[in-house]
Antibody, heavy 124, light 106 residues
Framework: EVQLVESGGGLLQPGRSLRLSCAASGFTFDNYAMHWVRQAPGKGLEWVSG????????GYADSVKGRFTISRDNAKNSLYLQMNSLRAEDTALYYC?????????????????WGQGTLVTVSS | DIQMTQSPSSLSASIGDRVTITCRAS??????LNWFQQKPGKAPKLLIY???SLQSGVPSRFSGSGSGTDFTLTISSLHPEDFATYYC?????????FGQGTKLEI
């Protein structure tokens, strides 16, 4: 059974940093691109960042470029999101999601599994 | 960046109705279009990928069509569990972008 479990969320002040983690199990982690998607309270979905199976391709939303860094450790079946210079508008539930295509970047297979999310609240 | 525009933003329908949601991309994305369903307090669920391919386990009353810039999600006969918010998403280029969502209400 595929499982994605996010952790690391919390309440913090603007300008601070936070690292989110996503522990994956139930599939061959190093065969798939992975993504972070966020949802502000009462709002829609926003793709934040994605990383290819071998970390060779990475993408970011314009809203986080230069502040957030995605990474993965295939030996630990884990995905990370380092979030620096946090702003109030980064307040959201952050989901980890698995790409549906094996060994592909910019696939046409959708995000077939999602975690339950970890909440990040940025407020003074 | 590619902008995704869904219509309508909200929709009222009844059990058994046929419903269509549209999604338009600001430039051609060929068939790189996915549809997700989200219920309150839950993670999104993939329904359709590659514009018209039904994700495993998704009921056949859901279907997708389109290519280029214009896409549709159709539910042929609404069931009670279909009342949710639906999002389209392009995976043609980064940054991947979602539509603003369509809330389907009774």
């Amino acid at each position: 059974e595929v499982q994605l479990v996010e952790s690391g969320g919390g309440l913090l002040q603007p300008g601070r940093s936070l690292r989110l983690s996503c522990a994956a199990s139930g599939f061959t982690f190093d065969n798939y691109a992975m993504h972070w998607v966020r949802q502000a309270p009462g709002k829609g979905l926003e793709w934040v960042s994605g990383i290819s199976w071998n970390s060779g391709d990475i993408g970011y939303a314009d809203s986080v470029k230069g502040r957030f860094t995605i990474s993965r450790d295939n030996a630990k079946n884990s995905l990370y999101l380092q979030m620096n210079s946090l702003r109030a508008e980064d307040t959201a539930l952050y989901y980890c999601a698995k790409d549906g295509a094996i060994l592909e970047w910019l696939s046409n297979s959708g995000f077939d599994y999602w975690g339950q999310g970890t909440l990040v609240t940025v407020s003074s | 960046d590619i902008q995704m525009t869904q219509s309508p933003s909200s929709l009222s329908a009844s059990i058994g109705d046929r419903v269509t949601i549209t999604c338009r991309a600001s430039q051609s994305i060929t068939g790189y279009l996915n549809w997700f369903q989200q219920k309150p307090g839950k993670a999104p669920k993939l329904l359709i990928y590659a514009a018209s391919s039904l994700q495993s386990g998704v009921p056949s009353r859901f279907s997708g069509s389109g290519s280029g810039t214009d896409f549709t999600l159709t539910i042929s006969s609404l069931h009670p569990e279909d009342f949710a918010t639906y999002y389209c998403q392009q995976s043609y280029s980064t940054p991947y972008t979602f539509g603003q969502g369509t809330k389907l209400e009774i």
